[in-house]
């Protein structure tokens, strides 16, 4: 007899991979997305500093800080593709190591807007990072796992907290070099130890899918489940990004804070979120994953509509710990919900496209982080108050959870579930 044949993505990823291995793989591509998340957010904590120093206007200490995080954002969606067709061993390597370069041209060049600017674009290779581990730690785990290995994974974006905590403190006692000499000295490591310890999943060859990788993430691009997958990322991990920016002047225009404290509870809500992330991923693998996403979006908006009440512009009411309780609820729903997200990506998406999905859903995250920021600024401007930004808020992240409901019914119906 013939011996029935098999789908290529039927062998892609075993029913059981080792445990053991799932787990080390996992780790390691943590805490290689940590570092570059890390690198990748070297310029932030020092905007202030270098805007005194250089004497940079508002619009170019902006720029300052958002070229690495557009170009990395949308890096993602090349580099998702290629970790489909080259694999993670290759694309982690190159990543870690490329992001060497515009660390160590910072460290000792970055004396002008013109080296800042230069720098930050190619800095930006560092937060494509996450194209890259999200395919891998996927193909690496069963489906019932998924969710909640992803949501470990994400937990790598507190790289971004490891900056806001150390890169002043180094930069003051060590001298402005110190912080990119220790990045450029831990992604060299990351580099190569990426290369002999990474091994791509049992079933999937280490060179990955074959074809036109470019091709591939365009037709991405038109994929409706893709699309879907990506604005309820840009709401939920465009939140996070935003508020981790703009928080700390939110608190202190809002509440009077000094810049001390108003840059400790931003780490806290920063943590918040992290610790969040692989909670989605695990309520995902235990629940019906859209009814997970929908009630997150929905609790983050109603969380948004208690900062509005308590504190879109009412500091003189003391109201400031209901305030504290609001943004801390909406940093673990925005946590969650962008894990769930994945936790979505990986159920929906065959596992041969995860990397080129994955690219398109990160950088709307990203770039969805920039919005918020803009408009908090233009409407504080105009009034004097944050309500109708966190009405805003609250407006789009109910109308996300709403959609999540309703969304995802032919995919999921496609699989019989």
Known sequence: MNEPRVSPAATAVPAEPDPGAAR????????????????????????????????????????????????????????????????????????AALTIIPVLFLAFFGNSLASLLIGGFF???????????????????????????????????????????????LSDNFGRPAPFVLVAVLLAIYAVAAWFLLRPPPGRPSGGAGGNWLMGAVRTL?????????????????????????????????????????????????????????????????????????????????????????????????????GTIAFLGMAAGLGAAAGAVFALVAALVEPSRVGAVTGVVGAAGGLGGFVPPLLMGVIYDAYGSYTAGLLALAVVAVLGGLYTIVGFRKELASQGT
């Open 123 to 169: 800095l930006g290779i560092g937060g494509t990072a996450f194209a890259v581990g999200v395919p891998f730690v996927n193909a690496w785990h069963p489906p019932a796992k998924r969710g909640a290995a992803l949501g470990i994974f994400g937990m790598g974006t507190g790289g971004t907290a490891i900056a806001a905590f150390t890169t002043l403190q």
């Open 24 to 95: 080390r793989m996992l780790v390691l591509a943590t805490i290689g997305f940590a570092i570059c998340f890390w690198a990748w957010a070297l310029l932030s904590p020092l905007a202030v500093t270098l805007r005194e120093e250089l004497g940079l206007t508002s619009l170019e200490q902006s720029l300052v800080v958002a070229t690495p995080v557009i170009v990395g954002s949308l890096g993602r969606i090349p580099v998702g593709a290629l970790t489909d067709k080259l694999g993670a061993r290759v694309m982690f390597s190159a990543v």
């Open 222 to 322: 038109a994929q409706p489940v893709a699309l879907k997958l990506a604005v309820l990322y840009a709401i939920s991990f465009g939140g996070f990004v935003a508020f981790s920016v703009y928080l700390p002047t939110y608190l202190v225009n809002n509440f009077d804070a000094d810049v001390g404290a108003a840059s400790l509870r931003t780490a806290g809500f920063v943590v918040v979120s992290v610790l969040a992330r692989p909670v989605g991923g695990m309520l995902c693998d235990r629940y019906p994953k859209t009814k997970v996403l929908s009630g997150l979006l929905l609790a983050t908006g109603l969380f948004a509509l208690m900062a509005a009440v308590v504190g879109g512009g009412t500091a003189s009411l003391g109201l400031e710990p209901f």
